[in-house]
């Protein structure tokens, strides 16, 4: 994230932020609060020196859960703040699929894989494709996109997103 994004997500100055970030100035509890939510993370965690950029582990049981379409769980693997890249695991109940409409979000480049199960991805005006476990595609979050289970048994996919899509 960018100063100015983050700025303008902690409603705040860039040059307020960048003054914050070097320490030439101190930042009001209030402030604070916004600057953690915009980074997803807890204001205790701005104040965490522990070195954390080695490793992160996540436990299935913690993974967050994002709203999905009925039928469908969409679980955030990579932590917020988002880096680099991010990652998702989802869960398809046969039928069940990530919408009734194609979607985008951003410009960014991303890998769809199964790993259990059979889905079918439809994407922009191409011939929708049928993967089975250990498939994959790759294409541009701006190209509308949508996957469906409509086969028997409930399907796994990873979906791997660099760089992280904006909010």
Sequence with gaps: MTVRGLAAQANASASFISQLERGQTSASVGM??????????????LFNEEQTAGHRLVRR??????????????????????????????????GASTGDEQYTHGDSQEILLVLRGMVT?????????????????????SIPH????????????LWIISPPTPD
Excluded: C
């Design 32 to 45: 604070l609060r916004r600057i953690a939510g915009a980074l997803g993370i807890t204001v205790a965690d």
């Design 61 to 94: 049981a913690e993974r967050p859960e994002l709203h999905a379409g009925r039928g469908s769980r969409k679980y955030l693997i990579s932590q917020r703040p988002l880096q680099n890249l991010e990652v998702y695991s989802g869960e398809f109940e046969p």
């Design 121 to 141: 991805v439809h994407l922009g005006e191409a011939i929708p494709r049928r993967l089975e476990p250990g498939d994959s595609v790759e294409y541009r979050t």
């Design 146 to 157: 949508r996957v469906v289970n409509d086969g028997d048994v409930e399907a796994e996919v």
